[in-house]
């Protein structure tokens, strides 16, 4: 599936922007379980229920994303319509309920997808052993989808096939991008629910970090600094935008995978797009579309076009 993006709809921005505010949301009739943690937490996972036997379908969402955001309700909406059933995982915090541990979540938390995936998986394989299995990410949780793909190689063997949407594949290609110029609007969205997010941490958690230092961040890499790298285990953004980036398990990945990443796509450069991968990878790199944007048809546009492209992937797969 060739993706052309609409005459009317120009340029990376207003293709990434118009999507997400501007073309309505697809219905989908969500069923929530809240789930503890092994370390003592919780998260929220929204779920659609279909016919049995059929396909079962994980999103991972983007940063500050949930099963709310255009893109999960896209796909969810093209799942339910097949008669599938799916699945998508708050990251910690993400739910509308802030979580318990001092942790947050980050690019390459592949523990936690390996965690939520496997106890996915273990519950669909009990009730229909027949059912194949997949896994998709968009944005921030494309790539942490990717690393535990890598990290796990044939262990990840548990999931038929995978697809990674508008991954930061190169955390410091799109870090650096995020803070100049108009992409600073993008950064200026994620701190203004970030933020608030850390002055209630450091109510449960007195001390965990700087209020002032995280208050006056303007950008990712300042706020990774403080809060995002010190929390999860780096030693800094530049320790965490490193081993956290996606594009160093490429060639390890094992599963058939999709890896979808527009050119003009202003979270990460076309230049840091990688060029090679594993076998098993397909490098799907389309002109236009924006960061998980691709909307179609006339205005005020569709966006079915990435959830038809990942769904005809999976099943090719």
Known sequence: MHYTAPSWLPGGHLQTIYPAKCIPKPQVAYRRERWPTPDGDFIDIDFVDGKPGQPF??????LEGSSDSHYARALMAQVAALGWSGAVPHFRGCS??????????HSGDAREVEWIIRRLHAMRSTAH??????????????????RWLGESQQQAGIVDAACAVSAPLDLAGGGAALSRGFNMIYTRVFL???????????????????????LRARNLYEFDNIVTAPLHGFRDT????????????????????????????????????????????????????GHVGFAVGGPPGKLDWLPRRVIDFLQAA
């Open 129 to 146: 052993p027949e059912a194949k299995f997949y896994a998709a990410g968009v944005s921030l949780g494309g790539n942490a989808l990717l």
């Open 96 to 105: 509308g309920e802030l979580n318990h541990a001092p942790r947050f979540y």
């Open 238 to 289: 530049d320790d965490y935008w490193h081993r956290a980036s996606a594009k160093h398990v490429l060639s390890d990945i094992t599963v058939p995978t999709l890896v979808l990443n527009a050119k003009n796509d202003p979270f990460l450069p076309a230049h840091h797009l990688p060029q090679s991968a594993s076998p098993r990878v397909t490098l799907e790199y389309p002109e236009h579309g």
């Open 192 to 214: 203004e629910t970030l933020k608030p997010k850390c002055v209630q941490k450091l109510q449960q958690f007195p001390g965990l970090f700087d209020k002032d230092t995280m």
């Open 57 to 62: 379908v994980v999103l991972f969402h983007g």
